[in-house]
C-alpha cells in the first residue's frame, strides 16, 4: 500500500500546483496505528502527510456536500463503497459531479481495530502493515505475522464493490473483483430463521442499547436530508428520551428511508459507539428489493431507476407475496 | 484494610444485592459497560474501561422529574420521587470517579439539583485502580493518578491477582465494608507490601503511555483569542456532527427537558443532550450556533477553558473513550496539541 | 401536588399560577397577569429578573419579568408570539393555569450603579418588557435617582408596547422624558420617524448618565456605535441577553456565551463585560 500512498500524495500535490482543484480529501495519520482521519489540504506542503493504509476507512464522499457550498473545486479519494456513496449522493442531488476529481483507490479491505483489541495484540503495538492476504503487527518486540482477513472489518468480509465504480483517475490496478468468501446475506438468513417473536426479542434488545449518538445516521452517505425530523423538535414526532419506543422509532424510520438507496457501506454498523448491528436491518431490505424487483445495488450505476422510486404495472405486491402475521 | 478473595465474588455480589441495587461492568455481546447486576449476569472487572462511562448510574440518559395533568384550562402538577434504593457502584476507574466530581461541581452549586443531589447521596462508590492502563489513556494530564484512590470514592480496591485489597476511604465506606466484612479478611503485612508493588508498577506504566506527554496547559491565552482561534475551521472538518463523543464521555453533563403527553396528562423529563446537535441552541427567533465549527469549538472550548474558568480544573479526566469511538478519530487530544500550536 | 410541602424543591419543578387579567397590547404582544392560585405573588424579584414559564405539554420557555418588584400582588409578562411555547400562550384565557418557576439570573443594579444617576433607557419593540420593570421601579423611588429619558422605538405605532405607560404614566412624572420613533411615515402618526440608532444621535443627549438598552440584535448592535461615538464610555452601559434557555440554573448548558450562562451570570451585562465574551449571540 505504501506505493499506492505515494501516488496518492504525489496526485494530490500535482493537482494542487497545476490548479486542479482548490482543496483535496484524504486521509492523515494521528497519534495511533489505527488513527488514519480525514484531511482536508489546501496547501501543496500539506499533501506531504497524506496516507494511504489499512485504517482509511472513514468515507470522504458525504463531506462534499458541505465542502461544495464554497464555489470550488475538490479532489477526492475514494474506495469501492466510497464511490457508491458518491454515486448516491449523486443521484440525490446533493454534489455536483462537475465540481469534483475523484481518484479511485482499489480497496484491499481495511482492518477493524476493535478486532486487533480483541485478539490481545493491541498492546505495544506500533504499527500494522498489510501486503497482499497478509498482516504484519509491529511491537518493540518485533514483528508478528497474521491473516488478513482474521482481522478485516465485517463489512469487507462481504464487499462486492472493491473498486472504486466511479473515478476520474484510477490511482492503482483493481483488485479481484469478488474477493468475498462469506455469503452475502448469512447474517441477514439467520435473522430470518428466526419466528416473528424471537426476532422481535432480537431487535428489541439491541436497539435498546442505542444511545441516541447519532452517529450511524451522520455517517450515512444515505441520510443527507437537509433537516433531519429527528432534528426538527417543531416536528413534533421524536423525543430525546432513552426509552425503547422511540429507539424503535428512529432506527425504523432510517431503515425505510435509506430503503433502496443505502449503498451498504456498513458504516453504520461500524460507528455505533454500542455494538447495535444496523447493517444488517438495511441489508435485509437490500435482500428483498432483490427477491421484489431483481437485483438492484445502490449506487453503482445512478443513471439506472431505483426499485422504489419507480412504479411498474408488472411490479409484485409484497404484501400478497409474503406471509403475513407475526410481529 | 481488607481482602476481599475473588472467589467470595458471586457471594459478595449477592449479599450486596440484598440491601443495595448494585452496578457493575457487565459484559454483554462482547461489550462491557455498567448495568445493574442481576444473578446470572457476567461480570468483567478485568476489562479497563467501560465502552460508556458510568455517569448514566448518577445522571440518568433519561429521568422523569414531573407529572401533569391539564384540560386546556385546570392545571395540575406532581413532581415525581425517584425510586431508588441506595446504591453501590462498583469498579470505577479513577478517571470516571473523578469524573463524577466534575459533574458535581455544576449540578451540586446553587441552586442544587435535587434529583441529581438525592441520587448522588444514595450511593457507594467503590473504585477499582488500573492495573493496566491502556494505550488512549491521558489521566495523568489532568493530574490524576489511577493507583490510588481518587478523591470522591468510598471504597478503593486494588486488584492482587487472586483477591483484592479493600480500603474504605469515608463513612459511607466503612458502613459498606462493616456490612460485608464477614466475607473479607483483614489485609496482610504482605498484601500491603504488594499493593506499593503495585502501585509503583502502575505508575511506571503510566509514565510510559504514549499520550503521557499530552499537557493541556499548552493552551494559552485569553478566552477570545482561544475562540477566535483558526485552528478551529481546520479541526472540524471533519467532524460528522454526531454525539458520540458527548454521550460517552464521563463529563459532559448538557441536558434537555422535553414534555411527553398522551391526551390530557404527561410527564416531563430531562434527558442527555449534546451541544454538537443543529438545535441545540435554536430558539424560535433564531440559532447562535448554525455551523458546525461553532459547535465543534463549543464542545472542546467547554472543557477546556469555559469550564476551567468557572470551576479551577479542566471539564476532561483523560479515559479516552473519545479516542476510541469518534466515527473519524476525531477527539480532545488532538484538539489539545493544535490548539498548543503542534501539528 | 406541586411540592411545595416540602423543603427540598428541585428548581426545575414549577408551581401553579393563574392568568388574572390579559391584555393585547400589539397584533403579536401580549401582556399576561398572572398570581397564585391563592392569590398574591408567585415570588419575588428583582429589576431584569425572568421566569420560566411551563406550559405542558408544549414545553417551557423563559421571559424577562415586565412588571417592577415594588407590584406587590402579581408578576407581568410580556410575550410575544414567535414559537410554540408563546403561540400557546397565546391562545390562553383569564383563569387558565399554567407553570411558573424562578425567578432567574441576575438584575439591573438597581441598589448600586444606577442610584443617583441619570438614566437613559433604549428600547426596541418587545424590547421594552424587561427595561418596563426597572423603570417602574425607579418610578416609584423616584427621588432615589437622577433625570430619566426614555427612547423607544418600534416599526409602526401599532407595534408600541405598554401604551397606557408610554404615553401617559412615564410622560408625566416629574424629570422624566419619553422620546418615541417608528420606523417609517404612517398615517395618524405625528410623532418621531426614524430607527432608534439615529434617533439617539439626534437627540444630543449629554454622556453623563448609565444607559440600559434592549431590542432586537441589530438595533443593539447600532445603539452601541452610536453611544460610542457620541462619548459614552463602556463601563456606563447595560443590556440584557436571550437565549435558549432550558434549565434556567446554569447546569443544562445552552445559554452560554463563552463561560457565562445568560440564565445565572445574565441576562443582565454591562458592556465591558460582554466583549470580553466571545461573538456568539
Redesign the interface.
Known amino acids: 500500500m505504501e506505493k499506492i500512498a505515494n501516488k496518492v500524495r504525489e496526485t494530490a500535490r500535482l493537482a494542487l500546483a497545476n490548479g486542479e482543484v482548490n482543496k483535496i480529501l484524504g486521509w492523515k495519520k494521528g497519534d495511533f496505528w489505527y488513527d488514519s482521519y480525514p484531511a482536508f489540504i489546501t496547501e501543496e506542503e500539506g499533501t506531504a502527510s497524506l496516507i494511504w493504509d489499512s485504517f482509511c476507512v472513514a468515507n470522504l464522499s458525504k463531506y462534499l456536500i458541505e465542502q461544495l457550498k464554497e464555489d470550488i473545486k475538490v479532489g477526492v479519494f475514494l474506495k469501492g463503497c466510497d464511490a457508491r456513496a458518491f454515486n448516491q449522493l449523486l443521484k440525490d442531488n446533493r454534489v455536483d459531479r462537475d465540481k469534483v476529481v475523484i481518484y479511485g483507490l482499489p480497496c484491499p479491505g481495511m482492518i477493524d481495530p476493535e478486532k486487533v483489541k480483541k485478539a490481545g495484540l493491541a498492546k505495544g503495538l506500533l504499527d500494522v502493515q498489510k501486503s497482499e492476504d497478509e498482516v504484519v503487527f509491529i511491537t518493540k518486540e518485533g514483528e508478528q505475522k497474521f491473516s488478513a482477513r482474521e482481522f478485516a472489518y465485517d463489512k469487507c468480509l462481504t464487499c462486492q464493490y472493491p473498486n472504486p465504480v466511479v473515478y476520474d483517475e484510477l490511482l492503482a490496478e483493481e483488485v479481484e473483483r469478488n474477493n468475498t468468501t462469506e455469503y452475502f446475506y448469512q447474517d441477514v438468513e439467520e435473522i430470518e430463521k428466526m419466528s416473528p417473536d424471537e426476532r422481535f426479542a432480537y431487535w428489541v434488545e439491541q436497539f435498546s442499547k442505542c444511545i441516541r449518538c447519532n452517529a450511524c445516521r451522520n455517517v450515512c452517505p444515505a441520510c443527507s436530508c437537509e433537516k433531519c425530523i429527528f432534528d426538527n423538535s417543531k416536528a413534533n414526532v421524536a423525543g430525546k428520551a432513552k426509552v425503547d419506543s422511540e429507539e424503535q422509532f428512529f432506527h425504523i424510520v432510517r431503515a425505510y428511508h435509506v430503503a433502496g438507496r443505502c449503498v451498504d457501506c456498513g458504516e453504520c454498523s461500524r460507528v455505533c459507539p454500542v455494538g447495535i448491528p444496523l447493517a444488517k436491518l438495511n441489508r435485509k431490505i437490500i435482500k428483498d428489493i432483490t427477491e421484489f424487483y431483481g437485483e438492484h445495488n445502490a449506487g453503482v450505476n445512478p443513471s439506472l431507476d431505483a426499485p422504489l422510486e419507480t412504479f411498474k404495472l408488472e411490479d409484485i405486491d409484497p404484501f400478497e407475496t409474503r406471509a403475513k402475521g407475526g410481529k | 484494610m481488607k481482602v476481599l478473595k475473588k472467589e467470595k465474588f458471586p457471594q459478595i455480589w449477592q449479599a450486596i444485592n440484598q440491601a443495595y441495587e448494585l452496578y457493575l461492568p457487565i459484559e454483554k455481546?462482547?461489550?462491557v459497560?455498567f448495568a445493574q447486576w442481576t444473578e446470572g449476569e457476567t461480570v468483567n472487572l478485568e476489562a479497563l474501561k467501560t465502552?460508556?462511562s458510568p455517569k448514566d448510574v448518577i445522571f440518568?440518559?433519561?429521568e422523569t422529574?414531573?407529572k401533569?395533568e391539564?384540560d386546556?384550562?385546570?392545571?395540575?402538577?406532581?413532581?415525581v420521587e425517584s425510586e431508588n434504593r441506595e446504591y453501590v457502584l462498583f469498579g470505577v476507574r479513577s478517571c470516571d470517579a473523578v469524573s463524577f466530581n466534575l459533574i458535581d461541581n455544576?449540578?451540586l452549586?446553587e441552586?442544587?439539583?435535587?434529583?441529581y443531589e438525592?441520587r448522588r447521596n444514595k450511593g457507594t462508590i467503590v473504585s477499582l485502580a488500573c492495573s493496566e492502563p491502556e494505550?488512549?489513556c491521558f489521566c495523568s494530564s489532568f493530574q490524576i493518578k489511577p493507583e490510588e484512590a481518587s478523591p470522591g470514592v468510598d471504597v478503593a480496591a486494588w486488584d492482587l491477582g487472586d483477591k483484592i485489597l479493600w480500603k474504605p476511604v469515608t463513612e459511607k465506606g466503612q458502613v459498606l465494608t462493616q456490612k460485608f466484612a464477614q466475607l473479607m479478611e483483614d489485609a496482610s503485612q504482605q498484601d500491603q507490601e504488594e499493593l506499593i508493588k503495585l502501585q509503583n508498577a502502575i505508575k511506571e506504566k503510566v509514565k510510559e503511555l504514549?499520550?503521557a506527554s499530552v499537557d493541556p496547559k499548552v493552551i494559552k491565552g485569553e478566552?477570545?483569542e482561544i475562540?477566535?482561534s483558526k485552528v478551529w475551521d481546520?479541526l472540524s472538518?471533519?467532524c460528522?456532527?454526531?454525539?458520540?463523543c458527548?454521550?460517552?464521555c464521563p463529563t459532559c453533563?448538557?441536558?434537555?427537558?422535553?414534555?411527553?403527553?398522551g391526551g390530557n396528562c404527561?410527564e416531563?423529563?430531562?434527558?442527555?443532550?449534546?451541544?454538537m446537535?443543529?438545535?441545540?441552541?435554536?430558539?424560535?427567533?433564531g440559532n447562535?450556533?448554525t455551523t458546525?465549527k461553532?459547535r465543534f469549538r463549543?464542545r472542546f472550548?467547554?472543557k477546556l477553558?469555559?469550564?476551567p474558568?468557572?470551576h479551577g480544573s479542566y471539564a476532561c479526566v483523560g479515559c479516552g473513550r473519545c479516542?476510541e469511538?469518534c466515527?473519524?478519530?476525531?477527539n480532545i487530544?488532538?484538539v489539545i496539541k493544535r490548539l498548543g500550536g503542534e501539528g | 401536588m406541586s411540592c411545595s410541602c416540602h423543603g427540598h424543591v428541585d428548581p426545575l419543578v414549577p408551581k401553579i399560577a393563574v392568568i388574572e387579567h390579559i391584555r393585547k397590547d400589539t397584533p403579536d404582544v401580549t401582556t399576561f397577569r398572572v398570581v397564585n392560585p391563592a392569590g398574591g405573588k408567585s415570588f419575588t424579584s428583582l429589576p431584569g429578573q425572568c421566569a420560566m414559564i411551563s406550559v405542558p405539554p408544549i414545553g417551557e420557555a423563559m421571559f424577562s419579568i415586565t412588571s417592577s418588584p415594588t407590584e406587590e400582588n402579581f408578576l407581568e409578562l410580556s410575550i410575544k408570539k414567535c414559537g410554540i411555547v408563546t403561540e400557546y400562550l397565546h391562545g390562553l384565557e383569564v383563569g387558565s393555569e399554567i407553570g411558573i418557576r424562578g425567578p432567574y439570573g441576575n438584575n439591573f443594579p438597581v441598589n448600586d450603579e444606577l442610584k443617583g444617576k441619570d438614566l437613559l433607557f433604549i428600547a426596541g419593540g418587545i424590547g421594552l418588557a424587561p427595561l418596563r420593570s426597572v423603570i417602574n421601579y425607579i418610578m416609584d423611588k423616584r427621588d432615589d435617582y437622577g433625570k430619566v429619558d426614555i427612547v423607544y422605538g418600534a416599526r409602526t405605532p401599532d407595534d408600541l408596547v405598554h401604551k397606557e405607560d408610554i404615553f401617559n404614566n412615564w410622560p408625566n412624572r416629574l424629570a422624566t422624558n419619553v422620546f418615541l420613533t417608528v420606523d417609517r411615515e404612517c398615517e395618524g402618526w405625528d410623532g418621531h420617524v426614524g430607527f432608534v440608532p439615529q434617533y439617539i444621535k439626534e437627540l444630543g443627549l449629554d454622556t453623563n448618565k448609565v444607559v440600559l438598552i434592549c431590542g432586537p440584535p441589530i438595533m443593539i448592535k447600532f445603539v452601541l456605535q452610536g453611544l460610542e461615538e457620541i462619548g459614552f464610555k463602556k463601563e456606563q452601559i447595560y443590556t440584557t441577553f436571550e437565549l435558549r434557555m432550558k434549565c434556567g440554573v446554569g447546569k443544562c448548558g445552552r445559554c452560554n456565551i463563552g463561560d457565562k450562562y445568560v440564565c445565572k451570570d445574565g441576562p443582565v451585562f454591562r458592556l465591558d463585560e460582554i466583549q470580553r465574551l466571545p461573538d456568539e449571540y
Open positions: 455481546d462482547d461489550r459497560n465502552e460508556i440518568p440518559q433519561s422529574y414531573l401533569f391539564s386546556g384550562k385546570k392545571l395540575q402538577l406532581e413532581s455544576v449540578f452549586r441552586p442544587i439539583d435535587r434529583l438525592k494505550e488512549n504514549p499520550l478566552l477570545k475562540f477566535e481546520e472538518q471533519s460528522l456532527g454526531c454525539g458520540a458527548t454521550y460517552i453533563h448538557c441536558y434537555d427537558i422535553q414534555d411527553f403527553a404527561g416531563r423529563f430531562r434527558c442527555w443532550d449534546s451541544c446537535f443543529s438545535e441545540f441552541t435554536l430558539m424560535a427567533h447562535p450556533r458546525q461553532q463549543q472550548m467547554h477553558v469555559y469550564y474558568n468557572n479516542i469511538k466515527p473519524v478519530n476525531m487530544v488532538k
